[in-house]
Nanobody, 121 residues
Framework: VQLQASGGGLVQAGRSLRLSCVASIVDFSINALGWYRQVPGKQRNLVARITSGGITKYEDSVKGRFTVSRDNAKNTLYLQMNSLKVEDAGVYYC????????????????WGQGTQVTVSS
């Protein structure tokens, strides 16, 4: 499995970025997908995830500002990030995983290089 994230960059607070992730995986459409954020010295945290059926879930701090989506025809996962805040900064990683019956997302241990998001005040 290869995960290629892109779209990060340096933006001012309040602006937007759109992250993309191309996944080389068989049967992309049947997998749940997620975006994680990691800042130096801290663990990687789930920001958003989407099921194979398109059901989404977000970390509380990004609700209403971030939108996760997928294009199964292109094996691509997206994260639209609006109204960015300084605390949104970090390296964003995409993931492939599963959602448990109670809605918890578990990523397989495949990680690409991530894409850096920097937000200036």
């Amino acid at each position: 499995v290869q995960l290629q994230a892109s779209g990060g960059g340096l933006v001012q607070a309040g602006r937007s970025l759109r992250l993309s992730c191309v996944a080389s995986i068989v049967d992309f459409s049947i997998n749940a997908l997620g975006w994680y954020r990691q800042v130096p010295g801290k663990q990687r945290n789930l920001v958003a995830r989407i099921t194979s059926g398109g059901i989404t879930k977000y970390e509380d701090s990004v609700k209403g500002r971030f939108t996760v989506s997928r294009d199964n025809a292109k094996n691509t996962l997206y994260l639209q990030m609006n109204s960015l805040k300084v605390e949104d900064a970090g390296v964003y990683y995409c993931s492939v995983g599963v959602v448990s019956p109670i809605g918890n997302y578990y990523a397989y241990d495949y990680w690409g290089q991530g894409t850096q998001v920097t937000v200036s005040s």
